[in-house]
Structure formats: C-alpha cells, structure tokens
Antibody, heavy 124, light 107 residues
Framework: EVHLLQSGGGLIQPGGSLILSCAAS????????MSWVRQAPGKGLQWVSI?????????YYADSVKGRFTISRDTSRNTLFLHMNNLRADDTAVYYCARDIDYSSSSPGWFDPWGQGTQVTVSS | EIVLTQSPATLSLSPGERATLSCRASQSVGTYLGWYQHKPGQPPRLLIYDASSRATGIPARFDGSGSGTDFTLTISSLEPEDFAVYYC?????????FGQGTTVEIK
C-alpha cells in the first residue's frame, strides 16, 4: 500500500525557517514526481513545488515561494523535504506532500496519494 | 495561469439524491482535468483524472465528464460519507491550479 507520513511544521516567527518531512512507503520517491501542495486558512488548494524523478531531480516552484523554499529528497530514507526560509504570514497553511502522477503518460499530473498534512503558522 | 471556477459554491442535498458539480476553465484544458474529495481533518483524495477516469478504489457512483472548458462531476446517489468539499484541478498548463471548491452539505 502506498502511504505518505509527514512530520515537522509548527509555529514560527516571520523571517524564520522550517523543514517539513514526508516519508514514503510502498513506492520510491526517487522514481516518482513528488510535490508539495498547501491550503491557507479559508482558502483553496495551491501547488507549491515539484521535484522530478531520476538522478537529476529537477525542481520547480510557485512564484510565491521561489527563492525562499527548496524541495529535496533523501533516497536512502525514501523521504521528501521542503525547506522553508524567510517565512511570511501568508505562508501560513496546512502543507501536504503528494505523489505527482499521471496514469496515462510519464508526465506529472495528479496528486495521489497525499500525506496527512502538517500545519505551518507564521506569526509573531 | 488557468483559472478554474466551480459552481455552485455550496450544494445542500439529502442522502440518496443526485449531486451535480460544475468546473469551468478560463481556457481549454482538453481532458486534463481531475476531481478531489476533501473532508475535514483528512487529506484530499483523488476521485477522477483525465476528466472521466475513476481513480483506484473510487465507487462507480462518482462520474466525471466534459472536455475543453466545461466539466461536471456527478454523484449519482449521495452516501453519508460523500458530504465533503470537492475541488477540480487542471494539469494542462503550469502552474497546476485548483478551483475554489464546492461544498456538498447535508440538507
């Protein structure tokens, strides 16, 4: 069974840093596209970042987090990470990791499954 | 970026009734549209991808249709566990975007 277990998050002051973790089981994070998606309070879902499968592991970001967030993975631990720097109040959200998969091609596409989510609150 | 507009914002129905949810894209996404179910305290769950393909384990009462800019998610007969928020998502253009959601609530 494929499963994602998240850890990290919490309350952090503006300008601070935080690392989110997402441990996968039942599949390899290095052989799949992996993404982070967030949901701010009272808002809808927003894609944040993706890391491509394979040795190169290209990464891409939403404009709102570019230059501040870094997605990475540890193959030996089969774990995905999101390093968040210079956090702002509008980064407050529940953050989800997800396998990013298209069942009819080799492109990223749909988020399935999702981690359980972790709350990040940026406030002084 | 592609804007997805969902309607209605809220749907008030009783168990056993049919639910029809709409998602309209600001430009054509072909059939690259998916639907998710999101319940409080749980992560979203993929229901439908490629406009009409059901994800693994999704009951047949969930049906997706449409192409281009207009899409529909139909729940043929609502079960108690179906009351939730539903989001559409496109994968045609970057960034991938979601609709603002439709809440299906118990009447």
């Amino acid at each position: 069974e494929v499963h994602l277990l998240q850890s990290g998050g919490g309350l952090i002051q503006p300008g601070g840093s935080l690392i989110l973790s997402c441990a996968a089981s039942g599949f390899s994070v290095s052989s799949n596209y992996m993404s982070w998606v967030r949901q701010a309070p009272g808002k809808g879902l927003q894609w944040v970042s993706i890391i491509y499968y394979g040795n190169v592991g290209s990464t891409y970001y939403a404009d709102s987090v570019k230059g501040r967030f870094t997605i990475s993975r540890d193959t030996s631990r089969n774990t995905l990470f999101l390093h968040m720097n210079n956090l702002r109040a509008d980064d407050t959200a529940v953050y989800y990791c997800a396998r990013d998969i298209d069942y009819s091609s080799s492109s990223p596409g749909w988020f399935d499954p999702w981690g359980q989510g972790t709350q990040v609150t940026v406030s002084s | 970026e592609i804007v997805l507009t969902q309607s209605p914002a809220t749907l008030s129905l009783s168990p056993g009734e049919r639910a029809t949810l709409s998602c309209r894209a600001s430009q054509s996404v072909g059939t690259y549209l998916g639907w998710y179910q999101h319940k409080p305290g749980q992560p979203p769950r993929l229901l439908i991808y490629d406009a009409s393909s059901r994800a693994t384990g999704i009951p047949a009462r969930f049906d997706g249709s449409g192409s281009g800019t207009d899409f529909t998610l139909t729940i043929s007969s609502l079960e108690p566990e179906d009351f939730a928020v539903y989001y559409c998502q496109q994968r045609t253009n970057w960034p991938r975007t979601f609709g603002q959601g439709t809440t299906v609530e118990i009447k």
